[in-house]
């Protein structure tokens, strides 16, 4: 299958502190890629869907200035956490759609952020 | 809004038997895609079984097939002869046709005894 690839895995700042997490689709092209999030023990909600050459749209409750998207390619999207707080900390994964045939999500294998 | 109903938080299965974990939804919408994911303790998500709505046969992907009830909105997910490696958390999900994004139900954590 398709491959995204999702830098850092893990991160550890400090609060305050911007954090940016990127999301590539390495052998196809995704012009729209897709945030989530995902606390422990719970199941992924959809953060974001990111499109390129465009804004993104952010899902209903989600600070769209707190948590900037930028998929300034087609194999690119970076989600930036801005002024990051405890609160935050959680398991940010990206997904990037095949626009072939199949039409399926494939993803990354997430970030774990801590924010102390 | 659609939601994802996933009733079984854990299931428990002997190696080489079989299980089903539940799956229904809600929705108006007449096009509309389902998944099942299945998340290992390492958290990538990997992509089981895919059904589009419009498609009357069930789809079957090796020893992973699904039940698809369209007038029910129930999609359940057969697992047969279980192996120790598929032992992971499942998630049911669905897509709309018009829409991008996957809702996910909260997932059914599969243990598989040895």
């Known amino acids: 299958g398709a491959v995204v690839s999702q830098h850092p895995s893990r991160v550890i700042c400090k609060s305050g502190t911007s954090v940016k997490i990127e999301c590539r689709s390495l052998d196809f092209q995704a012009t729209t890629m897709f945030w989530y999030r995902q606390f422990p023990k719970q199941s992924l909600m959809l953060m974001a869907t990111s499109n390129e050459g465009s804004k993104a749209t952010y899902e209903q409750g989600v600070e769209k200035d707190k948590f900037l998207i930028n998929h300034a390619s087609l194999t690119l999207s970076t989600l930036t956490v801005t002024s990051a707080h405890p609160e935050d900390s959680s398991f940010y994964i990206c997904?990037?759609?095949?626009?072939?045939?199949?039409?399926?999500?494939?993803f990354g294998a997430g970030t774990r952020l801590s924010v102390l | 809004a659609q939601t994802v109903t996933q009733s079984q938080p854990e299931m428990s299965v002997q190696e080489a038997e079989t299980v089903t974990l539940s799956c229904t939804y809600d929705?108006?919408?007449?096009?509309?895609?389902l998944f099942w994911y299945k998340q290992p303790p390492s958290r990538q998500m990997i992509l089981v079984i895919r059904?589009?709505?419009?498609?009357?046969q069930n789809a079957t992907e090796n020893r992973f097939s699904v039940n698809f009830q369209k007038a029910a909105k129930s999609f359940s997910l057969k697992i047969s002869d279980s192996q120790l490696g598929d032992a992971a958390m499942y998630f049911c999900?669905?897509?709309?046709?018009?829409?991008?994004?996957?809702?996910f139900g909260k997932g059914t954590h599969l243990i598989i005894q040895p």
């Open positions: 999900a669905y897509r709309g046709g018009g829409a991008d994004g996957l809702t």
């Open positions: 997904s990037a759609r095949d626009r072939g045939w199949r039409n399926i999500q494939y």
């Open positions: 059904q589009e709505a419009y498609k009357q």
């Open positions: 929705t108006s919408e007449s096009d509309y895609y």
